[in-house]
T-cell receptor, first 113, second 112 residues
């Protein structure tokens, strides 16, 4: 099974500042990669996904992530944080031939005014 | 909106009682999943189903059973609830793309 590591369980940023959430996975074979967001007291929403092709993936709400095979990383960024970005973010991986997902522990983002 | 509903949304129960959570989907997806969410653990897979009457265990299946008698419904049962099963439970379906899943709104279960 895949292993997913999210660095930092909590990240605090100022409104307008860069948001950077780090994710590393364990597989030597590039898997499918996802970022999900969970707003307070809600379910999880797909933010973006990498399957094949372009390594820079754009998602909803101005987020993007870059797949780096050599670093087994899939870090999530947003150039300018907004108060509405306060949520918990999960990095998720799936092997190509497996219909199950492996979740990171999550990173909670707080946005300061 | 993947058309997933969960019931109940909140439940408080006593240790030792049986509990059944229901997941209902409206879009005829083949794969359905049950997860639990606990602080510091992300989401962990309990059981999943790949068709009517076809189910398999996930990584934290002890103390849980599931059933799927219709495509649209996937039931999670705690045979004898324990305090360690206090958690938020999410149901998900596999979408039509590359393994992405879509989640229901969750059920918050408290076992006292």
């Amino acid at each position: 099974a895949q292993s997913v590591t999210q660095l930092g369980s909590h990240v605090s940023v100022s409104e307008g500042a860069l948001v950077l959430l780090r994710c590393n996975y364990s597989s030597s074979v590039p898997p499918y990669l996802f970022w999900y967001v969970q707003y307070p007291n809600q379910g999880l929403q797909l933010l973006l996904k990498y399957t094949t092709g372009a390594t820079l993936v754009k998602g909803i709400n101005g987020f993007e992530a870059e797949f780096k095979k050599s670093e087994t990383s899939f870090h999530l960024t947003k150039p300018s944080a907004h108060m509405s970005d306060a949520a918990e973010y999960f990095c998720v991986v799936s092997d190509l031939d497996d219909y199950k997902l492996s979740f990171g522990a999550g990173t909670t983002v707080t946005v300061r005014a | 909106d993947a058309g997933i509903t969960q019931s109940p949304r909140h439940k408080v129960t006593e240790t030792g009682t049986p509990v059944t959570l229901r997941c209902h989907q409206t879009e005829n997806h083949r794969y359905m999943y049950w997860y639990r969410q606990d602080p510091g653990h992300g989401l962990r897979l309990i059981h999943y189903s790949y068709g009517v009457k076809d189910t398999d265990k996930g990584e934290v299946s002890d103390g849980y059973s599931v059933s799927r008698s219709k495509t649209e419904d996937f039931l999670l049962t705690l045979e004898s609830a324990t305090s360690s099963q206090t958690s938020v439970y999410f149901c998900a379906i596999r979408g039509t793309g590359e393994n992405e899943q879509y989640f229901g709104p969750g059920t918050r279960l408290t076992v006292t």
